[in-house]
């Protein structure tokens, strides 16, 4: 017997403590550098995090308006060491566009 699973909004799956779990930490590449010139922003996030959680994350902790997220999964590379194969563990990232006259200085911390 199978129950139909009801999603919640947004607004009643996210407190405060999720909040901060969804944003894990800012990738500082040249790639995601360039990008802040057109309102971009680069971060890691957690594995499970939605779009519409992503959004709300970084509109509470920054105080900013987002435009869209855009999100990746990136698989974990396999490696070798001493000829013991390995695999590094994958992540997911996220660029979020702002609105015009919207910024971020990631570089300065919280």
């Given at each position: 017997m199978s129950r139909a699973r009801t999603i919640k909004p947004v607004k009643e799956r996210m407190g405060k403590q999720r909040t901060y779990e969804v944003l894990v930490a800012p990738v500082v590449t040249e790639k995601s550098t360039l990008g802040s010139e057109n309102n971009q922003l680069t971060f890691k996030v957690a594995k499970d995090a939605t779009k519409p959680e992503i959004?709300?994350?970084?509109?509470?902790i920054f105080k900013v308006k987002v435009k869209s997220?855009?999100?990746?999964?990136?698989?974990?590379?396999?490696?070798?060491?001493?000829?013991?194969?390995g695999k590094r563990s994958g992540i997911k990232k996220a660029v979020v566009r702002l609105e015009e006259g919207q910024n971020i200085d990631v570089s300065a911390g919280l």
């Open positions: 959004k709300k994350a970084v509109e509470e997220v855009n999100t990746l999964n990136l698989p974990g590379k396999t490696k070798r060491f001493r000829g013991m194969e």
